[in-house]
Antibody, heavy 117, light 110 residues
Framework: EVQLVESGGGLVQREGSLRLSCAASGFTFSSYWMTWVRQAPGKGLEWVAA????????YYVDSVKGRFTISRDNAKNSLYLQMNSLRAEDTAVYYC??????????WGQGTLVTVSS | QSALTQPPSASGSPGQSVTISCTGT?????????VSWYQQHPGKAPKLMIYEVTKRPSGVPDRFSGSKSGNTASLTVSGLQAEDEADYYC??????????FGGGTKLTVL
């Protein structure tokens, strides 16, 4: 059974930092592109970042460039999102997802990040 | 990286068909056959329903179908059932290893 379990969310002050983790199991993690997708309260989905299977290339939505860093540890079947200089508009549920055929095939249950001002 | 455009709501009676549109540009939907659709029930994670415009993952009922014409993709749900009531999101590859989602459509089964 495929499982993606996010952790690390919580309440953080504006300009603070937080590191999200996503533990994967049940599929060949090292072969998959992985992404982070977020959803602000009551709002739609927003693609945030993606990373190649070997971690050599990383891509971001413009609004987080220079502040967020996606990374992975294939030996630990884990995905990470380091979030710095957090803003109120970063408040959202953050999902990690495994991509196949350019689509998010596997999803975690999400972790809530709340940025207070 | 502008969001794709979806109608905020759609509805239909049980047994009927409903189609949800998703409009982008030649830089995303029109440029690639990498359109996907997701179903999200309240408080739950999204679920992949359609990928590569028309393909269904294993386990997704064939009542769900996808299509694309130019810069607009569509999701059709046939034989509506009560459990189909949910939010639906389209997504497209937008080039340079970036992706974009639509704003979402709330589907109500009357």
């Amino acid at each position: 059974e495929v499982q993606l379990v996010e952790s690390g969310g919580g309440l953080v002050q504006r300009e603070g930092s937080l590191r999200l983790s996503c533990a994967a199991s049940g599929f060949t993690f090292s072969s998959y592109w992985m992404t982070w997708v977020r959803q602000a309260p009551g709002k739609g989905l927003e693609w945030v970042a993606a990373i190649k299977p070997d971690g050599s290339e990383k891509y971001y939505v413009d609004s987080v460039k220079g502040r967020f860093t996606i990374s992975r540890d294939n030996a630990k079947n884990s995905l990470y999102l380091q979030m710095n200089s957090l803003r109120a508009e970063d408040t959202a549920v953050y999902y990690c997802a495994g991509m196949s055929y350019w689509a998010n095939e596997y999803w975690g249950q999400g972790t809530l990040v709340t940025v207070s001002s | 990286q502008s969001a794709l455009t979806q109608p905020p709501s759609a509805s239909g009676s049980p047994g009927q068909s409903v189609t949800i549109s998703c409009t982008g540009t030649s830089s995303d939907i029109g440029g690639y056959d990498h359109v996907s659709w997701y179903q999200q029930h309240p408080g739950k994670a999204p679920k992949l329903m359609i990928y590569e415009v028309t393909k269904r993952p294993s386990g997704v009922p064939d009542r769900f179908s996808g299509s694309k014409s130019g810069n607009t993709a569509s999701l059709t749900v046939s034989g509506l059932q009560a459990e189909d009531e949910a939010d639906y999101y389209c997504s497209s590859y937008a080039g340079s290893n970036t992706w974009v989602f639509g704003g979402g459509t709330k589907l109500t089964v009357l």
